[in-house]
């Protein structure tokens, strides 16, 4: 049990992950029933906007793979230039979604944190007109041609990882490809999915008779170049790199959660430990989860 003060009430919240079975599974059926908050401030559970955080994204990579002796002037040629031992997704007894290139990018300075906050969370707020918590630290993949030791396709919503359900996601690509070797599942289409398999969680890529349904039904976001946001309980991969497009691609991705969802949802969130390592704690202030501040701190 963990404890949160909210006003003058101290309430003990447990985590989703502490309920039994069948009371998770009666919670997302239940919130799936709702319309989201991202579709009453967009109008839509996925929306496409104008592609204007790449730079800071960008610059901040390549200035980490400067800091680490690494040339990176064409990122989609990055493979080209970069070591051969980083192009797997092998760790310590594990397989992560993060490979060793992208782990390089989990130690972000002052100055990309502050052009985080400034250059495109406050651009974010002024999109949604609400106040929200936000992933401390942005995620960076990086998926070279080739690699060995893929774990994709990895059908899955963040939820099913232990994060908070209300989530927003935001997917920005860095690179330009032919082809992003990212496909993304509908909202309904979804929720057809969670009600045939019982809301259950866990990868949905790893039961065989799914994987070429999920496929054939998903969206190929072959060469979009906006930013992608969208509701987390969209069913969602990245893929290998394509024969046809042997570039590496470069993509960020990040999650917010309005305080209003925040702190209307009875349960708390953790990363699942089968399938998140470093296990965050998706609270205010929480171990690898959000900043301890909202935006309107900022």
Known sequence: ?????????????????ELDISTRKMYIEEELKKESSLKKILGSDMNFIKNEMKKPFKDFFIRTMKKNNIECDNLEKFHEQFPKSYFTYEGDGYKSAVNKAGELLYDQDETFQAEYINDILKKIYKLLGKDFYFQSVPNFRVHFPNMESSIFPL?????????????????????????????????????EIYSKYNYASGHLGHQPDLVDFLYKKSDDLKGLEDVMVFNSYCLHTSMDRPKNDLTTRVSTDFRLILCKDYHSTPYLFRGDERFARKRAIFSPGGKFGYNKHPISYY
């Open 155 to 191: 059908w899955h919503a963040d939820w099913m990882n232990g994060h908070h359900t209300r989530e927003i996601n935001f997917w920005c690509p860095i690179t330009k490809n032919e082809d992003l070797g990212f496909r993304m599942l509908d909202l309904e289409t979804s929720k």
């Open 1 to 17: 049990m963990n404890y949160l003060k909210l006003g003058e009430v101290e309430m003990t919240i447990p985590y989703f992950d």
